[in-house]
């Protein structure tokens, strides 16, 4: 059985340098067996909090909970905290198996306990055979599961990953995310993964926190925050948009408004709660950018169809499963869109294109 | 072959050609006396007569071996280089702990506080030291070359013991806590054990510093308490003879031997070399 708390929770936490804000008030709480990602640039703060949740530092203001108890004020040893280091922090002189027995030995694991325990994380983690190597004798991949199953091992409350797979290259990243996600939910542990990598965070975590300047901006899960982003840094931060300065002009519809801009016409756009005449920004994710080669024929003369421009490629990059256009429509703007690579030919610089998309497609946030 | 090609190879080959040149006569330099000092102690005649000796024979190492003054030096000397050296690599290590890992008011005073007595001559420091331990008490000869030899080891156990401290990642003692350890228990267990290559370089250093340390012990002997360099310069005033040749080869031996063990143990080129510890990756 697991214990009966296995969450943190943290409320108005402030820490400050000198006269620099590192956490500006946060507050935010992790559930049992969740994984969930503090995600921001570097210097927005995340990587202060992580360090004030294992006790390295402490927050002037607020109060941190680890498994139910006030954590502030405790040393580093006086909680149980799990810490994976973006460099790993393996210790060089010693085996992977004294490395994993280090922290049961600290915690005071009971010694016939242990090699049950060493047995179990070295299956979970595949690392059976190994225990005997040092680190510097295993692979990047290798070292993060030692680095991993050491953290684990002594069953802590929360496990903290900083970074976890940025001192790795970019094929072993992609294996190791589904891998990792795997393990720590098999062992159910409560996880905060510290990134600036928006794809290992949305990849790994059940829920994102999206930092700047030491707030959080947004919460939520991956599929709230990137399709309804609510402030043009989360917009930008995760993913990309084209975006459009303008105004809600009048209502078209149940939650339905016509949108007007500095060479756009005839745009109709989904917002919940928008006022006539309030400014707004549009945003359009390349994706949501759908291209054809020509105009419908009856919308070529006479009113153009809603929400579609007509522009001209001039640029093509070929990801191999995407393929990214730039655009220049009618007034100068250039617009990126983003297609499926469906085997069908590229569409050639130079070319007409049409380009649409859906109403509900859009991201509008408030100037 | 162009022209301007040789001409290019034939100053790169004189290059060469003196670097090898000054580095050889630098050895020959540092070894040649070495090697006619141990060949003299060896000389079989009764009076001190000119290079190369005429005979052979082990005479200067019975005097030496026979002779009470030098054998009670050699065995103070022994003492007072482990004692000294124990307590300089003991507070050089957490000094350079200290200055390392931590920031504090004052910091950059009380680092070239402790390299001070790389600046203070001996002969002041010897006879300050000599006022002082007469003020406070210390009146036992043994105990005060002890701490006066510490002392001046310190500055070099601080350095290397920085260098190589420097290199091991503050986030190996942030694992080791985060794992249940204390702040000591992660030193004792993780930092120490990383910089051994560094502790056991600066034990080497104030070890040879120690043994041939004159300036500020002959301030602090006593008649109870001399060392074996002091015992050999003051006789060598009063009769030159070529037991000092011998006792030369004794300490020649001596270093080899700790070379040796040194080597055995960490590698000698990570002692000399300053990088001093085994890298994580």
Same mark, same amino acid.
């Given at each position: 059985?697991?214990?009966?708390?296995?969450?943190?929770?943290?409320?108005?936490?402030?820490?400050?340098?000198?006269?620099?804000?590192?956490?500006? &008030?946060?507050?935010?709480?992790?559930?049992?067996?969740?994984?969930?990602?503090?995600?921001? =640039?570097?210097?927005?703060?995340?990587?202060?909090?992580?360090?004030?949740?294992?006790?390295?530092?402490?927050?002037?203001?607020?109060?941190?909970?680890?498994?139910?108890?006030?954590?502030?004020?405790?040393?580093?040893?006086?909680?149980?905290?799990?810490?994976?280091?973006?460099?790993?922090?393996?210790?060089?002189?010693?085996?992977?198996?004294?490395?994993?027995?280090?922290?049961?030995?600290?915690?005071? $694991?009971?010694?016939?306990?242990?090699?049950?325990? +060493?047995?179990?994380?070295?299956?979970?983690? !595949?690392?059976?055979?190994?225990?005997?190597?040092? =680190?510097?004798?295993?692979?990047?991949?290798?070292?993060?599961? $030692?680095?991993?199953?050491?953290?684990?091992?002594? !069953?802590?409350?929360?496990?903290?990953?900083?970074?976890? %797979?940025?001192?790795?290259?970019?094929?072993?990243?992609?294996?190791?995310?589904?891998?990792?996600?795997?393990?720590? !939910?098999?062992?159910?542990?409560?996880?905060?993964?510290?990134?600036?990598?928006?794809?290992?965070? +949305?990849? %790994?975590?059940?829920?994102?926190?999206?930092?700047?300047?030491?707030?959080?901006?947004?919460?939520?899960?991956?599929?709230?925050?990137?399709?309804?982003?609510?402030?043009?840094?989360?917009?930008?931060?995760?993913?990309?948009?084209?975006?459009?300065?303008?105004?809600?002009?009048?209502?078209?519809?149940?939650?339905?408004?016509?949108?007007?801009?500095?060479?756009?016409?005839?745009?109709?756009?989904?917002?919940?709660?928008?006022?006539?005449?309030?400014?707004?920004?549009?945003?359009?994710?390349?994706?949501?950018?759908?291209?054809? &080669?020509?105009?419908?024929?009856?919308?070529?003369?006479?009113?153009?169809?809603?929400?579609?421009?007509?522009?001209?490629?001039?640029?093509?990059?070929?990801?191999?499963?995407?393929?990214?256009?730039?655009?220049?429509?009618?007034?100068?703007?250039?617009?990126?869109?983003?297609?499926?690579?469906?085997?069908?030919?590229?569409?050639?610089?130079?070319?007409?294109?049409?380009?649409?998309?859906?109403?509900? &497609?859009?991201?509008? %946030?408030?100037? | 072959?162009?022209?301007?090609?040789?001409?290019?190879?034939?100053?790169?080959?004189?290059?060469?050609?003196?670097?090898?040149?000054?580095?050889?006569?630098?050895?020959?330099?540092?070894?040649?006396?070495?090697?006619?000092?141990?060949?003299?102690?060896?000389?079989?005649?009764?009076?001190?007569?000119?290079?190369? @000796?005429?005979?052979?024979?082990?005479?200067?190492?019975?005097?030496?071996?026979?002779?009470?003054?030098? *054998?009670?030096?050699?065995?103070?000397?022994?003492?007072?280089?482990?004692?000294?050296?124990?307590?300089?690599?003991?507070?050089?290590?957490?000094?350079?702990?200290?200055?390392?890992?931590?920031?504090? @008011?004052?910091?950059?005073?009380?680092?070239?506080?402790?390299?001070?007595?790389?600046?203070?001559?001996?002969?002041?420091?010897?006879?300050?030291?000599?006022?002082?331990?007469?003020?406070?008490?210390?009146?036992?000869? *043994?105990?005060?070359?002890?701490?006066?030899?510490?002392?001046?080891?310190?500055?070099?156990?601080?350095?290397?013991?920085?260098?190589?401290?420097?290199?091991?990642?503050?986030?190996?003692?942030?694992?080791?806590?985060?794992?249940?350890?204390?702040?000591?228990?992660?030193?004792?267990?993780?930092?120490?054990?990383?910089?051994?290559?560094?502790?056991?370089?600066?034990?080497?250093?104030?070890?040879?510093?120690?043994?041939?340390?004159? #300036?500020?012990?002959?301030?602090?002997?006593?008649?109870?308490?001399?060392?074996? @360099?002091?015992?050999?310069?003051? #006789?060598?005033?009063?009769?030159?003879?070529?037991?000092?040749?011998?006792?030369?080869?004794?300490?020649?031996?001596?270093?080899?031997?700790?070379?040796?063990?040194?080597?055995?143990?960490?590698?000698?080129?990570?002692?000399?070399?300053?990088?001093?510890?085994?890298?994580?990756?």
């Amino acid at each position: 059985m697991q214990d009966k708390f296995r969450s943190i929770e943290l409320r108005g936490v402030t820490k400050r340098f000198g006269n620099f804000v590192a956490v500006n &008030d946060v507050s935010f709480s992790v559930e049992r067996g969740e994984i969930v990602s503090l995600l921001g =640039p570097s210097g927005c703060g995340k990587t202060t909090t992580l360090r004030m949740i294992a006790g390295f530092e402490h927050p002037e203001v607020g109060s941190i909970a680890i498994a139910g108890q006030e954590a502030v004020g405790l040393r580093p040893y006086e909680r149980n905290v799990g810490l994976v280091f973006q460099h790993f922090a393996l210790f060089p002189h010693m085996t992977v198996a004294d490395n994993i027995a280090y922290g049961m030995k600290h915690r005071d $694991v009971p010694k016939e306990e242990r090699p049950a325990r +060493m047995r179990e994380i070295l299956e979970l983690v !595949k690392l059976s055979g190994l225990e005997n190597r040092r =680190p510097s004798q295993l692979s990047g991949g290798q070292q993060q599961r $030692v680095a991993l199953a050491r953290a684990l091992v002594t !069953k802590p409350s929360i496990v903290l990953l900083d970074e976890p %797979l940025s001192a790795l290259d970019a094929k072993l990243r992609q294996a190791l995310q589904v891998e990792l996600r795997s393990i720590l !939910k098999r062992v159910e542990c409560s996880t905060i993964i510290v990134t600036h990598d928006q794809e290992e965070a +949305m990849s %790994l975590s059940d829920r994102l926190l999206v930092m700047n300047a030491g707030r959080i901006e947004q919460e939520g899960t991956p599929a709230e925050i990137y399709s309804r982003p609510q402030t043009r840094f989360v917009a930008d931060f995760i993913g990309q948009s084209n975006w459009f300065s303008g105004q809600l002009k009048e209502q078209a519809g149940s939650n339905q408004w016509l949108y007007g801009a500095r060479g756009l016409s005839n745009i109709v756009v989904e917002a919940a709660d928008g006022r006539p005449s309030e400014k707004a920004r549009l945003g359009i994710r390349p994706e949501h950018l759908r291209i054809s &080669d020509h105009f419908p024929s009856g919308s070529a003369q006479g009113e153009p169809a809603a929400n579609a421009f007509s522009g001209t490629v001039t640029n093509v990059a070929f990801l191999g499963p995407d393929i990214e256009y730039s655009i220049e429509v009618d007034d100068g703007v250039q617009l990126l869109a983003i297609e499926k690579n469906d085997n069908r030919g590229l569409k050639a610089v130079g070319n007409p294109v049409r380009l649409s998309f859906e109403a509900s &497609d859009v991201i509008i %946030l408030p100037e | 072959m162009s022209m301007k090609s040789r001409r290019k190879r034939a100053i790169d080959a004189l290059g060469g050609t003196i670097f090898f040149t000054l580095v050889a006569l630098t050895i020959a330099f540092l070894v040649t006396p070495i090697l006619m000092v141990l060949v003299m102690s060896f000389d079989g005649r009764e009076f001190l007569g000119p290079f190369p @000796p005429s005979s052979f024979s082990l005479q200067y190492y019975e005097s030496l071996f026979g002779s009470r003054v030098y *054998m009670a030096g050699l065995k103070n000397t022994a003492i007072i280089a482990v004692a000294s050296t124990v307590i300089a690599c003991a507070v050089g290590i957490l000094a350079a702990f200290a200055l390392v890992r931590y920031k504090f @008011p004052g910091k950059a005073s009380v680092e070239a506080f402790f390299m001070s007595p790389l600046i203070v001559p001996g002969v002041i420091l010897g006879f300050s030291l000599l006022l002082f331990y007469s003020a406070i008490g210390v009146l036992d000869g *043994m105990w005060r070359i002890i701490f006066a030899h510490a002392l001046v080891s310190l500055p070099y156990t601080i350095r290397v013991a920085q260098t190589s401290l420097a290199g091991i990642p503050s986030t190996l003692t942030e694992a080791a806590m985060s794992l249940g350890a204390t702040e000591r228990q992660a030193f004792f267990s993780i930092t120490l054990p990383l910089a051994r290559a560094g502790v056991l370089s600066s034990g080497v250093l104030a070890l040879a510093h120690s043994i041939d340390e004159v #300036n500020v012990s002959i301030f602090l002997v006593d008649a109870y308490t001399t060392t074996l @360099p002091i015992a050999l310069l003051s #006789n060598m005033r009063q009769q030159f003879d070529l037991t000092i040749a011998a006792a030369s080869g004794v300490i020649i031996l001596f270093v080899v031997l700790l070379i040796v063990i040194v080597d055995r143990l960490v590698g000698l080129d990570k002692v000399i070399g300053g990088g001093v510890h085994d890298r994580a990756r």
